[in-house]
Nanobody, 115 residues
C-alpha cells in the first residue's frame, strides 16, 4: 500500500505562483513514476504533468512554460511549481503515482486563481 499526502494548495491572484508538494510513503519501490492531474466539477480529470523516476517530464500543452514538475527521490516527494497562474487553472489537483504497476492517488488539494 502507498499513501500520497499533498500540500500547498490555496487561493492566489492571476499571475501569481503556488508550489504543490506530494509525499509518498508505504511500500515504495526503487523505481516509480509520479505526476499531477486536475479536475473541475463537471469535467473530466486531466493530466497536468508527469515525471519518471529518472526525471523525464511531460506536460499538458496548457501548462507548458508555466508549470514545472520535479522530484526528490531521497524524500519520495514530487513538486509542482505553478507560475503565471490563470483563472482557468482553478481546479482540484491530485497527486498520482504508479508503483509496481498499481496506481495511487492523493486526496486532492484545491487551487483557486481569482482576483
Amino acid at each position: 500500500q502507498v499513501q500520497l499526502v499533498e500540500s500547498g494548495g490555496g487561493l492566489v491572484q492571476p499571475g501569481g505562483s503556488l508550489r504543490l508538494s506530494c509525499a509518498a510513503s508505504g511500500s515504495i519501490s526503487s523505481r516509480y513514476n509520479m505526476g499531477w492531474y486536475r479536475q473541475v466539477p463537471g469535467k473530466q480529470r486531466e493530466l497536468v504533468a508527469l515525471i519518471s523516476s529518472g526525471g523525464n517530464t511531460n506536460y499538458a500543452e496548457s501548462v507548458k512554460g508555466r508549470f514545472t514538475i520535479s522530484r526528490d527521490n531521497a524524500k519520495n516527494t514530487e513538486y509542482l511549481q505553478m507560475n503565471s497562474l490563470k483563472p482557468e487553472d482553478t481546479a482540484v489537483y491530485f497527486c498520482y503515482a504508479v508503483v509496481d504497476y498499481r496506481t495511487y492517488w492523493g486526496q486532492g488539494t484545491q487551487v483557486t486563481v481569482s482576483s
